[in-house]
């Protein structure tokens, strides 16, 4: 028989987590709502593919941007200046060239699985009473998208023994800090990181803890790269927490210490082997299939074009050390957002707070703990992530483009969990509380 404590436990912490969700869907629902307009993040393309993929279909390199796409733009206008004059929404023909990149597509480069997610979500959505377009449908299903990771990243806190005190603040950061809401609100597949990241992790730690078949890991990792090949970051911090891992089991050995887990060094390297196979095999198969399909050769795309270089200096490596760590680092602040002078500080602190966090969390987390490797494996992938990106689109695709943080995003649910370490002192955990509940009181005043 179950204890009656134990069964009120587990109530009081379904109850918290389903308060969480709700959080998400008002966030979510609130920022759709005050920002109409299109992201400059390249919404129009990935409302183009959106729109393309709801028919099952597909962007290929040379597509243009189709009509449903461009009347969206001309009627919601989009948050940014132009060198050029977009249509106005009751123009009866609308021409791609006068749109972003001449109307080019430059979403092919992802493969289509959000897409296809979210457009067959966004038409359930639009069915009901209410919903102004189908894009405002499409957006509103990234409630469910960061609803998901908001559940896995629960469910992987919880497995790494983190109290439920601790989860909240560093959940609701998550939910209210400005580049996951971005995410969230707008048509981009930079949504499916925190699911991705998350889920990942939580697939690694389950198999070590020989709760979970060595499949799912590699599974997960498989439906990641799926969704957007930027989610191997986090399939990096999942292969570095398995290295990490295996160097402590061997460590272990050979002195008096507690044990790493329940897994041998050569099951972390095989898994490891068989997560990077999978990811290597999902990405290339992608790229393959884009290659073969497309319209056109990419050189003949502006954007493209513009970011042609015929080589790379080390200044262009060194200026983007740093640029995925952390993710949430130079978020886009929206007009309703920038506006309000307390989001723009906790905008500025989020990045150090996460920083700080998980650098005092390996330094107090045990030795030979999960949560220590957790958070070298994150971090050493953060600190690399620019540099290794700069370095791929310049060997895959000879092009040079600044390393946005968000594309670290798969990262952050590594980060946070080794944050929770230095959270155990009482007084850390009230001032993360604090910020966390202050965060989200400013971001639901300037939203609503």
Not at 1 to 25: C, H, K, Q
Not at 167 to 184: D, E, K, N
Not at 188 to 215: I, N, Q, Y
Request: charged share 15%.
């Amino acid at each position: 028989m179950i204890p009656a404590s134990s069964n009120r436990s587990r109530l009081a912490s379904a109850g918290v987590l389903g308060a969480l969700l709700v959080l998400v869907v008002v966030v979510v629902a609130g920022y759709v709502r005050a920002y109409p307009l299109l992201s400059p993040v390249d919404e129009l393309q990935h409302i183009d593919y959106l729109d393309r993929a709801t028919g099952f279909g597909v962007v290929r390199a040379g597509d243009r941007v189709r009509e449903p796409a461009m009347r969206e733009e001309a009627c919601r206008r989009v948050d940014a200046h132009f060198d050029m004059h977009i249509p106005e929404c009751d123009e009866p023909e609308l021409d791609p060239a006068e749109f972003q990149e001449q109307g080019f597509n430059t979403a092919y480069v992802h493969p289509p699985t959000y897409y296809v997610v979210t457009g067959t979500i966004g038409r359930v959505i639009d069915a009901a009473p209410g919903i102004a377009s189908w894009v405002t449908a499409g957006r509103l299903a990234g409630a469910l998208w960061l609803g998901l990771a908001v559940v896995l990243t629960w469910w992987l806190f919880a497995e790494l023994g983190i109290a439920v005190a601790i989860r909240v603040p560093l959940l609701v950061v998550m939910i209210c800090a400005p580049a996951t809401m971005l995410a969230s609100a707008t048509i981009t597949p930079d949504v499916t990181a925190l699911a991705a990241g998350a889920g990942v992790l939580l697939a690694v730690v389950l198999w070590e803890s020989k709760r979970a078949h060595w499949v799912w890991p590699v599974l997960a990792c498989g439906i990641a790269i799926a969704c957007k090949s930027t989610n191997g970051i986090g399939v990096l911090v999942a292969l570095g927490y398995l290295g990490v891992r295996s160097l402590q089991s061997r460590r272990a050995l050979g002195a008096p210490a507690p044990t790493t887990g329940a897994r041998t060094t050569r099951e972390l390297v095989t898994v490891g082997a068989g997560i990077l196979a999978a990811a290597a095999i999902v990405g290339l198969a992608w790229v393959g299939v884009a290659r073969a399909i497309q319209r056109s050769d990419p050189e003949s795309i502006p954007m493209i074009e513009r970011s042609h270089v015929d080589s790379i200096g080390a200044s262009a490596v060194r200026a983007n050390v740093t640029a995925g760590f952390t993710p949430l680092k130079d978020a886009y602040l929206p007009d309703f957002l920038e506006e309000s002078s307390a989001v723009r500080t906790y905008d500025e602190w989020l990045d150090v707070v996460v920083a700080v966090g998980a650098v005092l969390g390996i330094a107090y987390a045990g030795a030979w703990t999960r949560l220590r490797a957790l958070g070298v494996a994150a971090v050493v992938v953060c600190l690399a992530a620019g540099t290794a990106l700069v370095v791929a689109n310049f060997v895959f695709s000879g092009i040079y483009v600044d390393i946005p943080p968000r594309y670290a995003l798969s990262a952050l649910p590594g980060l946070l969990a080794v944050c929770a370490v230095p959270l155990e002192r009482r007084f850390l955990l009230v001032a993360a509380s604090a910020f966390a509940a202050a965060l989200t009181f400013s971001t639901l005043w300037s939203i609503y």
